[in-house]
């Protein structure tokens, strides 16, 4: 399983680009959105998801590794496989995703192709909820790694996962600068509120 992989771009085409590492090619696909910052013969880093299915073995990489995130969230979606969220990845970036997540914009998504209204509005509904509190501006200041954790947390405390967005509705995340200072605003409001 790789994590990244940083080498010289030998070779790229509309889909994928050849990346050399001390002497071996990696077939790496990436969004074609990233296709004009890819110049042959310079060296990256691509932030690595590994797709792994019975028939093929394939390397999905990003240039931000906050794309990834979005990827492996989108992933997660029924209805939403590999190509797919290729695609909304291809035509979005990182923060365009989350203001049109936080903007309800279905518009916008279902521009991308083969995703329809109703899919546009499962993506949105699901990363909604995975990605509370954050508006576009915030998305420096809070890392979804922070929320992913503060969830997995409070789950380990024998929280459900309804009682946790519950909590989170009510909570501006903004006003915590860190993982334990969150958990302990948290538990304090959940205390109270429960």
């Known amino acids: 399983m790789f994590e990244y992989l940083y080498g010289t771009v030998e070779y790229k085409k509309m889909d994928y680009i050849a990346i050399d590492i001390n002497g071996v090619g990696y077939k790496v696909y990436f969004p074609l959105r990233e296709y ?3 110049d042959l013969g310079n060296k990256y880093k691509f932030y690595i998801y590994n797709h792994i299915k019975e028939d093929a073995y394939k390397l999905i990489g990003f240039l931000d590794e906050r794309d990834r995130k979005i990827y492996e969230m989108l992933l997660k979606i029924n209805g939403i496989g590999p190509s797919l969220a290729l695609a909304v990845l291809s035509n979005f970036s990182y923060d365009k995703i989350v203001e049109i997540i936080s903007k309800n914009d279905y518009t916008s998504l279902k521009k991308v192709p083969k995703l329809g209204e109703k899919k546009a509005q499962i993506i949105i509904l699901d990363l ?3 990605l509370k509190n954050l508006t576009y501006t915030e998305v420096e200041t809070i890392s979804i790694d922070m929320l992913e954790d503060l969830v997995l947390a409070l789950e380990g ?3 459900t996962k309804k009682e946790i ?3 989170l ?3 501006d995340l903004s006003a915590y600068s860190s993982l334990e200072e969150a958990i302990k605003g948290i ?3 959940m205390k109270i509120g429960g």
Do not use: F
């Open 165 to 167: 967005d519950k909590t």
């Open 36 to 38: 004009e910052k890819i």
């Open 128 to 130: 909604k909820a995975k």
């Open 157 to 159: 405390l024998g929280y």
């Open 169 to 171: 509705e009510k909570v």
């Open 187 to 189: 538990l304090k409001n």
